[in-house]
């Protein structure tokens, strides 16, 4: 069949009907739980994919696995030790396993580095258990002097 476009003419292609279906139970998974077992799925060949180490500790965190979003920001850190952005999302995983200490320190590593964001972690809810301490407001402030 073809179609005519502005004096073109383009041949179409046409498939033939072809119905099947998946039944392997991992595409069975929906939301998050499938994006986890995708990445963890890419890792497995290439354990150093940076793009999706950032993306697989964030569903990680999302889903409420802390310490497996732990392990992945630690080995980011690792793999970009000079990543302002890096250090912050690790510092957000020691918080939310009230590791407050380990997360100051990474906390102060990142602004150390760059990191400067000051709206992003003043709402951040990752970083809720630092913000009754002292040191968080020392941190505050050490940004807005930047």
């Known amino acids: 069949m073809k ?25 069975k ?6 994006t986890i077992w995708f990445f963890e799925g890419i890792l497995e060949k290439n354990p150093n994919y940076v793009d999706c180490l950032l993306y697989l500790g ?30 912050y999302n ?19 590593k990142a602004i150390a580095l760059g990191y400067k964001d000051i709206y992003h972690l003043e709402r951040d809810k990752d970083l809720a258990y ?3 301490d002292v040191r968080y407001q020392k941190l505050i402030e050490k940004i807005k002097k930047r």
């Open 130 to 132: 630092l913000r009754e």
């Open 58 to 87: 964030n569903a990680y965190t999302t889903h409420g696995m802390y310490e497996k979003g732990l392990s992945v920001d630690q080995k980011l850190s690792r793999l970009r030790p000079n990543d302002p952005l890096v250090h």
């Open 90 to 108: 690790l510092a957000c995983s020691y918080a939310l396993l009230k590791n407050i200490d380990a997360a100051f320190e990474v906390l102060e």
């Open 29 to 34: 998974k929906e939301g998050e739980e499938f």
């Open 3 to 27: 179609t005519e476009t502005k004096n073109r003419f383009l041949n179409s292609i046409t498939l033939p009907n072809y119905e099947f279906i998946i039944t392997a139970p991992e595409f």
